[in-house]
T-cell receptor
Framework: NAGVTQTPKFQVLKTGQSMTLQCAQDMNHEYMSWYRQDPGMGLRLIHYSVGAGITDQGEVPNGYNVSRSTTEDFPLRLLSAAPSQTSVYFC????????????FGPGTRLTVL | GNSVTQMEGPVTLSEEAFLTINCTYTATGYPSLFWYVQYPGEGLQLLLKATKADDKGSNKGFEATYRKETTSFHLEKGSVQVSDSAVYFCALTEYNQGGKLIFGQGTELSVKP
């Protein structure tokens, strides 16, 4: 199993550009989520999904869109990048929501100029 | 709302020293508690967890006990190694909150030979 994979590893954007961060898991997990990590702030939840076709907002959803058309994939879209979105982004998945262990991808480091 | 507070870092220790990283939480219900570890350049991985009061989670020589009376989940290790250098995150989740992980801000540990 590859676990949770994320692409790209690094990305530089200009303000106003759009892009999609890819996330895939091969563990047949129902629950997937996106976090951003900023210095001194831990990880904050952006969006999450409890299954294909179902998504919901987390703590910091503004400026980001998600969709979940398959169990395996959970892409994160930045529609119009802003410098405040410079961060490290992590995708995570778990078999079910609740007390179960979440498995994290290696992260995408995004810089918006 | 739910929250997690960790002791600030960085924490610098000599090899074989005793480690304690404090973590306290605020939750409305009965959360599950976790410690995740992030090694340099990598994603987060679960270190240990506890799902009910008085449970002790342990892994790789690390331990933490779920203390409901003090709302704490302090991480301890009797003898740290250079390879333990990483950032440690305390987190909680409640099933009725959609299984979302709430993270502390992280504590960086540096172990010197």
């Amino acid at each position: 199993n590859a676990g949770v994979t994320q692409t790209p590893k690094f990305q530089v954007l200009k303000t106003g550009q759009s892009m999609t961060l890819q996330c895939a898991q091969d563990m047949n997990h129902e629950y997937m989520s996106w976090y951003r990590q900023d210095p001194g702030m831990g990880l904050r939840l952006i969006h999450y999904s409890v299954g294909a076709g179902i998504t919901d907002q987390g703590e910091v959803p503004n400026g980001y869109n998600v969709s979940r058309s398959t169990t395996e994939d959970f892409p994160l879209r930045l529609l119009s990048a802003a410098p405040s979105q410079t961060s490290v982004y992590f995708c995570a998945s778990s078999y079910k929501r609740g007390a179960d262990t979440q498995y994290f991808g290696p992260g995408t480091r995004l810089t918006v100029l | 709302g739910n929250s997690v507070t960790q002791m600030e870092g960085p924490v610098t220790l000599s090899e074989e020293a005793f480690l304690t990283i404090n973590c306290t939480y605020t939750a409305t219900g009965y959360p599950s508690l976790f410690w995740y570890v992030q090694y340099p350049g990598e994603g987060l991985q679960l270190l240990l967890k506890a799902t009910k009061a008085d449970d002790k989670g342990s892994n790789k020589g690390f331990e933490a006990t779920y203390r409901k009376e003090t709302t704490s989940f302090h991480l301890e290790k009797g003898s740290v190694q250079v390879s333990d250098s990483a950032v440690y995150f305390c987190a909680l989740t409640e099933y009725n909150q959609g299984g979302k992980l709430i993270f502390g801000q992280g504590t960086e540990l540096s172990v010197k030979p």
